[in-house]
DNA sequence: TCACGTACTGACTACCAGTCGTTAAATAAT
DNA sequence: ATTATTTAACGACTGGTAGTCAGTACGTGA
């Protein structure tokens, strides 16, 4: 009898339709002013029974965040196996890191949660290990292409994959920081553009660890995907 | 008659006293946790009192953030003004915001509130504006040295100051939150020192933004600090 | 038809940011 | 010296929210 099936299924629909309730509400107000009665009503559902299905409005929220991971994570695996040279799937990784920013920036902002371990009081050891867990699924994609670059020869044989790695995210997350906040302020005020800006600093951090081969590989293929795209503009 | 003078006085004395008990409770809970009825009884008032001198509590918070933002003003400050060459006093600079993480971690901790504009509805407009304008002192310091890092043909022609300092920043405050949220993991698990891989970061910048010459005065002045330590330690 | 378990709920509690009418004390005016 | 006025502070209150719990409705299996 698929009846205890039918009843899981039906469970993790429920589960389903309360995060997309979530995500739109958090969306809308962020985490401080969305109200679990809100997203409760959505739902169609009475406050109480999302307690049924999340610990709390926290891991709620953290839950919805996982769902922008998994989006992050498949924009950079793509990005990882285009079969290009490896330093250059290295270059797309922040390319894809910056198109998910602009594609999804109600993600990257709920990152900010994430990284405040000050607010995580009322979040379940669990939902924790989840989250960390996914996190470093994450860093697999970035640390494993990095250490190809370094075993083809085209990185630098002293590189550390996830120094690298954090040194990479450290400069592109930074700088969409600074984007979500005041991009304009840049932009009009200082007369800089912050997107050049990350590539810049991607750049400068790649010519540290390429080897002189390494950098011709990179150039051949860039120049090759700026011809691919003239190209495909006829 | 000083007797406006004299209130006046009380006055600001109130409000640093106010900003005492909060930064104490701010730094003992995080700005969730803390409440301003506990912080009115640290301060020995009422909590409608505290209204009276700072208009919500996220604006009591910004200013337990500001104050540490005049730490880090004058910590950076010194470590532009050692009558090194500028290429060494810019790298001097991501060291003193080493320092000020280190001895200040809850102040730094602090800046993640303010990084997330999706919390700043209790935020006052007046409060806004005096945290964009201490921001500006900081990026001010940092901004002029590395002028005169071009200036003196230590720095390459073609970079931009501003953008130069938030490629700087950006590394450094990145590698410190990973610090700050679980410098164990990666010590431990990793064995990654997070600390090295920030200098190992700037570094690379640096690399891509000085001149020959610079690069000279730079290792100079290193070694010339090296040489200074070993006296001083005998 | 009845007993049982499961999914769900509305009413409730505890708590907290922020407000308001009032009080007490210091200062100014008479 | 006495009264009026301004100022600083406060306690009691409101509105709103996360999270709880006793109870209900309904599908399932006997």
Chains 1, 2 share one sequence.
């Not at 250059?88 to 602009?102: I, Q």
């Not at 250490?147 to 085209?154: M, S, T, V």
């Amino acid at each position: 009898m698929g009846i205890t099936e039918r009843k899981e299924r039906e469970k993790e629909q429920r589960r389903e339709d309360i995060l997309d309730a979530a995500e739109r509400v958090f969306r809308d107000k962020g985490l401080a002013a969305a109200t679990m009665d809100e997203i409760a009503e959505h739902a169609e559902l009475g406050k109480s029974t999302l307690y049924l299905y999340y610990k709390s409005k926290e891991d709620l929220y953290l839950a919805v965040t996982m769902r922008g991971g998994e989006h992050l994570y498949e924009m950079l695996k793509a990005a990882a196996s285009t079969g290009e040279p490896s330093v250059k799937r290295v270059w797309n990784m922040g390319e894809a890191y910056l198109a998910y920013f602009n594609q999804y920036r109600h993600y990257f902002q709920m990152y900010y949660f994430l990284e405040n371990s000050q607010l995580h009081s009322q979040v379940s050891p669990e939902m924790s290990e989840l989250c960390a867990l996914a996190d470093q699924k994450i860093w697999g994609v970035v640390v494993s292409t990095i250490q190809e670059a370094i075993d083809e020869g085209l990185f630098e044989k002293d590189v550390v994959p996830i120094q690298a790695a954090v040194m990479f995210w450290s400069n592109c997350n930074g700088l969409m920081r600074q984007m979500d906040r005041q991009d304009a302020y840049w932009e009009k005020a200082l007369n800089i553009n912050l997107e050049e800006t990350m590539q810049k600093g991607n750049m400068l951090l790649m010519e540290g660890m390429m080897t002189q081969k390494g950098r011709l590989e990179f150039e051949k293929a860039m120049n090759q995907q700026q011809t691919n795209r003239e190209k495909e503009e006829t």
